[in-house]
């Protein structure tokens, strides 16, 4: 699996910059060498807050580098099941 793979898709990314423990949803937009371009509405209230704005007329993109990414999941079509729930 790929960055690339889920072009356009949400993702769920630990990154530790925002917060070191707490999940950041993000929408991939673009994949580089060195890290992904994302849509996020955590970084979009931070960016806005620091420029005393509660709205603004364009989203932003930001760009963060692959070594900033401490975990990451995404989720695919395919039943779960918890087999110690299960008792197996």
Known sequence: MQFSDYL??????????IDPVKSQEVTILGVEAGGVWVESATLMSYA????GSSA??????FFI??????FGFV???KTF????ALGL
Do not use: C, F, W
């Open 8 to 17: 356009g898709q949400k993702m769920v990314l630990i990154i530790p910059l």
């Open 81 to 84: 099941l918890d087999e110690n």
């Open 75 to 77: 989720s695919i079509d």
């Open 48 to 51: 806005a807050k620091s420029v």
């Open 65 to 70: 580098p692959y070594h900033e990414i401490r």
């Open 56 to 61: 603004t007329l364009k989203s932003l993109v």
